[in-house]
């Protein structure tokens, strides 16, 4: 009779032989090494966490040579069939640079947000099979920081505006505005008044909006001089400023418009609806001239106002349409002035003031907290046993973003697991056995409270 013991250790397997010859019995053993060759018949795998793909960030104007990941996979083969070599590919990544043995990605370049606030890479990582060699690919992508490295801008140095002599206090002078290109606070502009006649206007620091903060003079050719400074809310601050001159000009030469001075609509945000729509007209402002022949040609504009360049005006017409979408999240009320200019020179202008109360659409989808949950729980527990709370938000407002979850049906998962759709909380429905099943992929859909059947 034989018997043979073959014990696993490394790449070589031992060999034990017994023999058994008359009586009484003889025995014999030998090692046998046999030597089992790899085959490469296992791809490159990355750490759970970049499986799904990495997010990484860095801060604008950083140093070439800052690290922006360590990417880190395993291959389950032996010898060169599990020796990585990592690469980079996709737009611009020639501004990245991969250490091809670590894994290590770090920049090769500065970077500007201004010019690409985000970069949508490939990472892969690669065996070294001198046969069949196995990759595996995963999305990186690579947001920008905002620095304060933009100050705000103004159009021009100095500004001239004429107003009828003796306007009374709250008339509309001028409307400032300075462009920052940064983000965030660093992007944010506030403005304020200085020099010697400062203090006879008011400057709303938010809109920018300059008028008069008591009666102006009545002489028709007296002239102010105020300096406007534009501030960004960063760290460090920086700052611009403009000149602006204030001449006063005779009252009954500035145009007249017909209709209040004040108007005031309540109006749905993103009210330019799909793209090719034709435009949406809120209102038409007209006004006439004092003046005769070519003088007396009106044209209109927006002269200022917070409504962020979604109102427009037609010059020709007075026509006010919605551009660009009104947004009930960022300006709920949008306060902007219209004017109406002749074309003498100099040409004077008068204006209307349109106030409109925006209100809130369902135009933001909900956005998950965590791109991939993971969670474990015991088998053989009875019914409900919570998992884990999921969490989403909605940028809009009242009904529109209250929300509501609920399981995709289809998963391996039917059956077994539920959820609060208030609260997000999963849980188990049935009792779960690892034997049986020892993992469950779950997907989640979103929706408005008010939109349930």
Not at 272 to 279: E, K, M, S, T
């Amino acid at each position: 009779m034989y018997t043979f013991e073959l014990t696993e250790y490394y790449n070589y397997y031992k060999l034990i032989f017994l023999q058994m010859v008359g009586t009484p019995p003889l025995t014999g053993s030998g090692t046998v090494r046999v030597v089992v060759q790899d085959v490469n018949d296992h791809s490159p795998e990355f750490e759970r966490e970049g499986r799904q793909g990495y997010r990484a960030a860095v801060r604008e104007n950083a140093a070439p040579g800052t690290v922006v990941l360590h990417a880190e996979a395993h291959d389950m083969d032996e010898g060169l069939n599990a020796k990585i070599r990592y690469s980079l590919s996709g737009q611009h990544s020639e501004r990245f640079v991969v250490d091809a043995d670590s894994g290590v990605v770090s920049l090769a370049a500065q970077l500007d947000r201004e010019e690409r606030a985000e970069y949508h890479l490939t990472l892969a990582a690669k065996d070294s099979s001198a046969t069949d060699p196995r990759a595996t690919a995963v999305n990186l992508t690579v947001t920008v920081l905002d620095e304060n490295d933009n100050a705000p801008q103004f159009g021009e140095a100095q500004y001239t505006v004429h107003v009828p002599a003796g306007a009374a206090a709250g008339e509309f002078v001028f409307g400032a505005e300075a462009v920052d290109a940064d983000a965030g606070d660093n992007g944010r502009v506030r403005y304020s008044l200085s020099g010697d006649d400062a203090a006879l206007f008011r400057c709303d620091p938010v809109s920018g909006i300059i008028t008069a903060g008591s009666v102006l003079s009545s002489d028709p050719h007296h002239v102010y001089a105020v300096r406007v400074t534009a501030r960004d809310a960063g760290s460090p601050q920086r700052s611009a400023t403009a000149d602006l001159v204030v001449r006063t000009a005779p009252a009954e030469l500035f145009p007249t418009f017909r209709g209040p001075r004040v108007a005031r609509f309540t109006l749905e945000e993103d009210m330019n609806g799909a793209a090719g729509a034709a435009p949406r007209v809120v209102t038409r402002v007209a006004a006439t001239s004092p003046k005769r022949g070519a003088a007396a040609t009106i044209r209109y504009a927006v002269a200022g106002g917070n409504a962020g360049g979604a109102l427009r005006v037609d010059p020709l017409s007075g026509d006010v349409i919605v551009s660009n979408g009104l947004d009930f999240e960022t300006a709920p009320r949008c306060e902007v002035w219209v004017e109406a200019r002749d074309s003498d020179h100099p040409p004077l202008r008068s204006l209307v003031q349109l106030l409109v109360n925006v209100t809130d659409a369902n135009d933001n989808a909900p956005v998950m907290e965590q791109g991939l949950y993971n969670a474990s729980v015991m088998e053989e527990e009875f019914a409900p046993v919570k998992v884990l709370r999921v969490r989403a938000t909605d940028r809009d407002s009242g009904l529109n973003g209250q929300l509501s979850y609920r399981l995709v049906p289809g998963q391996s998962g039917d059956g077994a697991f539920g959820v609060d759709p208030r609260t997000g909380e999963i849980f188990t429905k049935i009792k779960l056995d690892r034997e049986a099943v020892a993992s469950y992929q779950l997907q989640f859909a979103l929706k408005p409270t008010h939109m349930n059947p």
